[in-house]
């Protein structure tokens, strides 16, 4: 017996008694089935969801979340109700949660960041670490964000789990991807409400039940208009029931009722507050708790992460980032008294020899005598503030490098002292815009700069002379720099995906004559090169650029004197102590030219970004691949929540969205249409005058049963010619009655003749 | 009772998340994995028990039903319904019903194996439609009901032994291969019984002698007593009587359907022509014939119930060959076998 309602047959028992296949014909209640297992669906996503906030005590609109994720639970179940819907349903149902996401995407991403933080102070606070390195969340209410998030990922949660549970029960399944994560808390010692417990106990439970009654889902293939019995068996031997929704009902209860018992009874004779206590701990977690630390604080990469992410620069290797991809996590703690409201750059790469086709830049402290001349420069700032010169300045800065060990240093660093802290104490002599203190480079006998400071490779000669010419012809340092930061601006757009080097090529000459995009390193180490072969000494510098605006967001340290920390003039007058982090996307590249006066200093010729360039996470990129507008998605979102201006963008946007779904899903109807309809006609042409009346035929009548309910109840074709034809006075319609019985029933083709009358009559009536 | 694993593979699968769970209480020593460890633990022994519980206290009836009168019709559907009584508070994902089901007359049976769902407090009702394609009495055994324990690890069967039947009449034969010459030559004979003496009328009631009655019907001590001639009013069936006699030949079972269906339908065919008949056939079990007089329809389709609880034989002329020693009186009767896949309907005669 094939699995399909339209050819079950009576099945033999014995020699002369058949089963009628009327027993087949019971229905069973598919609605509340389905129900059934959405309750289990969503049993299952907010159980492990509550389990894990409650383990950490996140707060958030528990009755908003319970309802959302129910109904969505039940959508989802819901759409294996016809074929029809699970194929449609799915689409629908993506296109709809990827407007949602799309338009509340700043709070799905700070409601996540808000859950990860809370999580990484949990375990700072279980592994007893210091962690300074926290997402950046955009919305600072909390309850709101976690909120969203906790939709997002409930109804994500939903769609999953409906797949596994509606069709298979796959409880193990479901196990791990509801426990996967909840092990963290658990890890940590952190429990989560019983409620919860009970939720994630009892759906696993009645998933399990289910699983092994056997008896909860009919086959894929097994048509939806449902049949209550099936053949089961290696040769279809036994007959069972399909399901029974009944009798799920009663085992779900009975199952649900001993979870909901035994949990409150267990902890009740072992409360949770008291249940460590005594307990000594195991020395096998112990050994894997700095693992699991890395992991918490670092992801799986802080196993793997061999350079850390520094914005897309590996000390001087050029052309192997494609994509610049930012974690915003703090590289690097600097406390100062800000001075300045000029950047300030912080040294940590210094490239002097630039290698072609090698791709990368030999660092310019492998050149002898390269650290006198640094120190002779802050040792002349140091003269002119010894000697009280009014715009000269001392500045005692503290560093912290978190990732990586490289050395940082502001410009003009005399010396720096490691101590017995954490932190690096650098003595700066910074040089304010005002301060023309000219360098002594008989210091130390240090000589300026070299001939490496001047030389270009002979295989980037022809790019950076192509790019000279296009400058013009400026005169003065200052010009050419000029020229060339107003060329890139105007020619060359900054890019954080500019793609790898293709192989074999060099990475100034790629730069400057074909890609013509990228980001700071790109323009550092072509600008170097074209002030070189303008006779201006010039190095590239990878390190941290910290702008004053930051300064705003960082953290005051209390305790401290002003005077401890800065002497002499400052720009912006006496100023607290302050801590700023410093992240990856502080990282950056630049040039530093030589003047015969002032000796080194920095220039940065990096064109600034586009805003839609800022596109850096999943919902960034979402979001610009959905709206062509220029503002950036993120702040666009903050500020419709505010009644801000740029809510018709987004309702544009979800539109678009909305729009875009529904257009492919018309698509996919149409196309399967003309599938079909290409089918049938290749069909009717393959076939005889017979087969062709009686596709036609059917054809119309499908048609005619689809608007005609009683039309449905005609069986046959005097039925149904009947139906149509009440009006007929010729009795033409029992002649077509004779040819469509004979050429759906005789073995004898009805001639062509026939086949033309019948089929006109069907057109006509049908 | 007896008690068997539904599937190994389950009790292994569910014994390695225990011992996953142990080693991670055993690990994190968290209140949830010893939660979940105590839940394990107990979980399958209260299955296992609610399913002992349910066994030990089901209980099942069958009843055979047909969709209209007493008996069924060769072809259409007979009902069986499966009556199982679960006391408890405790349902089953799956029980299964180990089935027998057969033609008892024909000795045809056949194995089925339901699997149905029981509810708490209510049990199950399973409705089997059966169609007969042979006339007899459809018989549906319940051998076994095997429980399942909600966890799927184990069965409990329970031995039962509950039985409902149907009788299925034969199908009719629309055109009747016979010959009406036998058959009134048979009637002839009869009447030539009857005027030898041989009277099978029945005295169908006492009433006053009216002008024209035979003197032979007249009850004479009745009349001495009442001084008034009253006779006995005949209702003379005699010389319509026939004796028929199938073969309960079951060398093939067509052959013996279609001598089943012919000789049902010659008798209804007689019944409703008013003829009274005499239906005989040789019981194998008592070693004697059975001979049930028929008037109406009904006593057609009770004398055909009580044959179907007779046992068949293999040898296609047995019922007739002992006629001539058992029945020495009787003349001549139809003989009703089947040759060829067809029946045959002749007059045979006692020589």
């Given at each position: 017996m094939a699995k399909n309602t339209e050819t079950i047959e009576d099945r033999e028992l014995?020699?002369?008694?058949r089963l009628s296949k009327?027993?087949?014909?019971?229905?069973?209640n598919r609605l509340l089935t389905l129900l059934m297992k959405g309750f289990i669906v969503y049993l299952l996503s907010m159980g492990s969801i509550g389990f894990y906030l409650s383990a950490f005590y996140i707060e958030y609109n528990k009755p908003l979340c319970h309802i959302a994720i129910f109904v969505m639970a039940m959508l989802c179940a819901m759409l294996y109700y016809r074929l029809l819907t699970e194929n449609l349903g799915y689409l629908v149902l993506l296109g709809v949660f990827a407007g949602l996401v799309y338009m509340f995407r700043s709070y799905i991403n700070s409601g996540y960041y808000a859950m990860v933080n809370i999580t990484v102070d949990n375990a700072a606070q279980y592994f007893n670490v210091d962690i300074q390195r926290l997402y950046a969340e955009q919305i600072e209410n909390r309850y709101v964000t976690v909120t969203f998030a906790v939709l997002f990922i409930g109804i994500v949660l939903d769609v999953f789990l409906n797949v596994y549970?509606?069709?298979?029960?796959?409880y193990v399944t479901a196990i791990f991807v509801i426990m996967g994560l909840n092990m963290v808390p658990l890890y940590m010692v952190s429990e989560p409400n019983n409620l919860y417990v009970i939720m994630v106990l009892g759906g696993i439970a009645l998933a399990y039940v289910f699983r092994s009654g056997k008896h909860y889902s009919p086959q894929?293939?097994?048509?939806?208009?449902?049949?209550k019995f099936e053949e089961k068996g290696r040769k279809k031997k036994e007959l069972a029931y399909v399901y029974d929704v009944k009798a799920m009902v009663n085992a779900a209860i009975v199952a649900l009722a001993f979870i909901v018992v035994t949990v409150p009874v267990i902890t009740a004779f072992k409360p949770k507050d008291t249940f460590n206590v005594g307990y000594e701990g195991n020395k096998y977690k112990e050994l894997t708790m700095a693992g699991v630390s890395t992991v918490l604080m670092d992801g799986w990469a802080g196993f793997f992460r061999m350079n850390h992410d520094?914005?897309?620069?590996?000390?001087?290797?050029?052309?192997?980032?494609s994509t610049v991809r930012l974690d915003?996590?703090?590289d690097m703690v600097l406390m100062l008294t800000p001075y300045t409201y000029d950047r300030i750059y912080l040294r940590g790469f210094v490239g002097v020899r630039y290698n072609p086709y090698e791709n990368c830049w030999t660092a310019?402290?492998?050149?002898?005598g390269y650290n006198d001349t640094v120190r002779a420069e802050a040792q002349s700032l140091k003269d002119a503030y010894e000697d009280d010169y009014e715009y000269a300045s001392k500045a005692t800065m503290n560093i912290r490098v978190v990732e990586g060990s490289r050395l940082y240093q502001p410009y003009y660093t005399l010396s720096v002292d490691s101590g017995d802290g954490p932190y690096v104490v650098a003595e700066v002599y910074p040089r304010a815009t005002d301060n023309k203190t000219a360098v002594n480079y008989e210091y130390y006998n240090?000589?300026?700069?070299?001939e490496a400071d001047l030389h270009v490779p002979e295989e980037n000669m022809e790019a950076v002379e192509t790019i000279v010419k296009e400058l013009g012809n400026p005169i003065t340092d200052e010009d050419i720099i000029q020229a060339l930061a107003d060329y890139y601006q105007r020619e060359m757009p900054y890019t954080?995906?500019?793609?790898?080097?293709?192989?074999?090529?060099d990475f100034v000459n790629n730069f400057l004559l074909d890609k013509r995009k990228g980001y700071c390193s790109y323009y550092a180490s072509a600008a170097v090169l074209i002030f070189r072969y303008m006779g201006i000494p010039a190095r590239y510098v990878e390190g941290y650029a910290v702008d004053y605006e930051q300064m705003f967001d960082a953290e005051y340290v209390n305790g401290t004197y002003y005077a401890d920390y800065y002497q002499g003039y400052s720009e912006i007058g006496e100023t607290a102590l302050i801590s700023v982090d410093v992240t990856d996307a502080d990282a950056h590249a630049w040039v530093e030219v030589y003047d015969p006066e002032y000796g080194w200093y920095p220039v940065d010729v990096t064109p600034s970004a586009t805003?839609?360039?800022?596109?850096?996470d999943f919902w960034s990129m979402f979001a610009d691949i959905m709206d062509d507008s220029d503002a950036t998605s993120d702040v666009a979102v903050e500020n419709a929540f505010g009644g801000g201006q740029n809510v018709n963008k987004i309702i544009k946007g979800a539109a678009y969205t909305v729009a875009m779904v529904f257009a492919v899903a018309i698509g996919l109807f149409v196309l399967i249409k003309l599938i079909l309809w290409f089918a049938y006609l290749v069909r009717v042409a393959r076939s005889n005058p017979s087969d062709k009346l009686i596709i036609s035929y059917q054809r119309r009548c499908d048609k005619r049963r689809r608007r005609d309910k009683e039309f449905r109840?005609?069986?046959?074709y005097s039925q149904q010619i009947e139906y149509v034809i009440e009006?007929?006075?010729?009795?033409s319609h029992e002649k077509v009655i004779a040819i469509l019985e004979r050429a759906g029933f005789s073995q004898d083709i009805i001639s062509q003749e026939e086949y033309d009358y019948a089929l006109s009559w069907i057109k006509e009536h049908m | 009772m007896r008690i068997r694993f539904e599937n190994i593979f389950r009790t292994v699968g569910y014994a390695l998340l225990l011992i996953i769970n142990i080693i991670l209480y055993w690990f994190l020593h968290s209140h949830f994995h010893f939660m979940v460890l105590i839940i394990m633990a107990v979980a399958p022994v209260l299955s296992v028990a609610m399913a002992w519980y349910i066994s030990s206290h089901i209980s099942a009836e069958i009843i055979g039903m047909t969709p209209k009168g007493e008996y069924a019709k060769q072809g259409e559907e007979c009902f069986f319904k499966v009556r199982l009584d679960n006391p408890t508070l405790w349902p089953s994902l799956d029980v299964k019903l180990k089935l027998q089901v057969g033609n008892a007359f024909f000795g045809n049976q056949g194995e089925l194996m339901v699997s149905t769902p029981l509810y708490s407090r209510k049990g199950y009702e399973l409705k089997l439609p059966l169609k007969a394609d042979l006339p007899g009495r459809i018989d549906v055994r319940l051998q076994e009901i095997r429980i399942k324990d909600l966890m799927g690890f184990v069965f409990f069967g329970k031995k039962v032994e509950e039985e409902g039947e149907v009788t299925v009449m034969p199908r009719l034969i629309?055109?009747?291969?016979?010959?009406k010459t036998a058959l009134e030559t048979g009637m002839l004979e009869s009447e030539e019984s009857t005027k030898r003496g041989n009277d099978f009328s029945d005295v169908q009631e006492i009433r006053e002698y009216i002008p024209?009655?035979?003197?032979?019907?007249?009850h004479w001590k009745l009349s001495a007593k009442r001084d008034i001639l009253m006779v006995k009013?005949?209702?003379?069936m005699s010389d319509k009587q026939l004796v028929v006699l199938p073969e309960?030949?079951?060398?093939?079972p067509y052959d013996l359907n279609i001598i089943l269906s012919t000789t049902y339908t010659l008798m209804k065919e007689l019944v409703e022509d008013k003829l009274t008949v005499r239906l005989m056939y040789w019981s194998k079990l008592r070693y004697e014939y059975e001979d049930i007089r028929i008037e109406y329809q009904s006593d057609l389709d009770d004398a055909f119930a009580k044959m179907f609880y007779e046992q068949c034989y293999y040898d296609m002329n047995l019922a007739a060959s002992h006629m001539a020693l058992?029945?020495?009186?009787?003349k001549s009767y139809l003989h009703i076998t089947s040759e060829g896949g067809r029946a045959r309907v002749s007059i045979r005669e006692n020589n």
């Open positions: 014995c020699p002369g008694i009327s027993f087949y014909d019971t229905k069973e549970i509606s069709r298979r029960m796959q894929v293939s097994i048509k939806r208009d449902d049949i520094v914005g897309g620069l590996e000390g001087g290797v050029l052309g192997d980032v915003y996590q703090t310019g402290s492998e050149r002898q240090s000589v300026p700069y070299s954080i995906s500019p793609g790898r080097t293709p192989r074999g090529e805003e839609e360039e800022e596109v850096v109840n005609k069986l046959n009006a007929d006075t010729e009795k | 629309d055109n009747l291969p016979y010959e024209g009655d035979k003197l032979m019907s007249i009013d005949r209702v003379s309960l030949c079951n060398a093939n058992v029945h020495p009186e009787m």
